[in-house]
């Protein structure tokens, strides 16, 4: 009995031997002929719905770089961009990582050379389903999967369960990649147009998310700018193959959404509550959120920056039990002391402290809330 035959009866006669025949050879020949009959034979199994019956597809977790070639299927969670790198013989090659994931386990995918350029095209996202022959090697990080030139990446309709790793917003370090965040939608900044460097425009946002155990900012870039079209304030959204930077103006770790991050509203619950600093407890340097009252009205002052634009700025103190502090309100803040009173309950979110003229103060901007209660 051959290898095909084999296969067939796996199938418990759902087609005739013949039709299943045809579809192979129609397979081979979809894919230009990187693939041999037996691979195909298991992809027209897998197209037919019983894919348990053919066990030559195997699950992630008994995956090792004895077995050499494998196929399996899995979901995309996260995608590297390509790198070009120079070979001994002086030619440029193509680099790419895509990490998959099943119900058992997740493992990562090199691509090499023509391979790659599934990334650069856009033709894998993070989230869709593959049938994928390779071979599994030892890597840095354990076992991994070569595609070259005889591996296959497929997209299938097959729904597949993936337990994917997440991470808590107090856990995002700097150089992070790979994150995967879940969090209340706090903030949506206005979208801002800038020119590249190589001419080309862009766009930049920034959303500011929390969960129990803190709160970060992240930034979408052009296209990901659009995923907010559809979001509210207090959604729960999820955050997807994210990377985390430092920001260099406010020294604070951001996540970043690049091309091949995803940000979407999610039904998961989630849990989050301001934490608010006593005003004696604030030193200069770092970021607060305060609560408490008006205690005192400056004037409304408007003024040009050395870049020649317009900005505005006022002052006010708040106090609360434990102290009182002088709040510079800046750019459409300013505006807000037209509208309070001696005793008005208030409250500033993330306020930068600095040391003032006479003590330390925090400045509102651009990244600061305001609320006035």
Same mark, same amino acid.
């Given at each position: ?42 992809? !027209?199994?897998? #197209? ?7 066990? #030559? ?19 995309? =969670? ?16 193509? %680099?790419?990582? %895509? ?35 390779? +071979? ?18 497929? *997209? ?34 206005? !979208? ?17 998310? &929390? ?7 992240? =930034? ?5 700018? #659009? ?6 304030? #207090? ?7 994210? +990377? ?5 103006? /406010?020294?604070?770790?951001?996540? *970043?959404?690049?091309?091949? &991050? ?29 609560? &408490?009252? !008006? ?14 634009? /317009? ?5 006010? +103190? ?44 925090? /400045?509102?901007?651009?990244? =600061? ?5």
């Amino acid at each position: 009995m051959d290898e095909i035959t084999e296969i067939y009866n796996k199938l418990g006669g759902i087609i005739s031997e013949d039709d299943f025949r045809k579809r192979v050879d129609e397979k081979v020949d979809q894919m230009s002929g990187l693939c041999d009959m037996k691979t195909a034979a298991m992809l !027209v199994a897998h #197209d037919l719905g019983v894919t348990d019956t053919v066990k #030559d597809i195997i699950k992630i977790k008994d995956i090792t770089a004895e077995i050499g070639n494998v196929s399996f299927v899995a979901k995309v =969670t996260s995608i590297l961009d390509v790198r070009e790198f120079n070979r001994n013989d002086g030619t440029i090659g193509r %680099v790419g990582t %895509v990490k998959v994931a099943d119900e058992t386990g997740s493992i990562k995918l090199t691509l090499w050379d023509d391979r790659a350029d599934i990334i650069k095209d856009g033709s894998v996202e993070v989230g869709d389903s593959l049938e994928i022959t390779g +071979y599994a090697k030892d890597g840095y990080s354990g076992t991994e999967i070569n595609i070259g030139k005889y591996g296959l990446m497929r *997209q299938t309709d097959q729904k597949i369960e993936v337990n994917m790793q997440s991470q808590k917003i107090a856990d995002i370090k700097d150089g992070m990649s790979d994150i995967n965040i879940s969090g209340k939608l706090l903030d949506i900044s206005d !979208v801002r147009n800038f020119q590249k460097k190589d001419g080309n425009p862009g766009r930049v946002m920034n959303i500011l998310i &929390g969960d129990e155990t803190g709160k970060i900012r992240v =930034t979408l870039w052009d296209e990901k700018v #659009d995923s907010t079209t559809s979001l509210n304030l #207090d959604d729960a959204v999820e955050i997807i193959n994210g +990377y985390a930077r430092t920001n260099n103006f /406010s020294q604070q770790v951001e996540v *970043q959404i690049g091309n091949h &991050g995803v940000l979407r509203k999610t039904e998961a619950n989630v849990e989050y509550k301001e934490s608010f600093t006593p005003i004696a407890d604030i030193i200069p340097g770092e970021s607060y959120s305060i609560k &408490g009252f !008006v205690s005192g009205l400056g004037e409304l002052r408007e003024f040009e920056k050395d870049d020649g634009t /317009s900005n505005m700025v006022s002052n006010i +103190y708040v106090s609360d039990d434990t102290g009182r502090i002088r709040v510079a309100l800046w750019g459409d803040h300013a505006l807000l002391v037209d509208e309070l009173d001696i005793e008005t309950p208030i409250e500033i979110i993330d306020a930068y402290s600095k040391s003032g003229y006479e003590d330390i103060e925090l /400045s509102a901007g651009n990244r =600061t809330r305001v609320t006035i209660k």
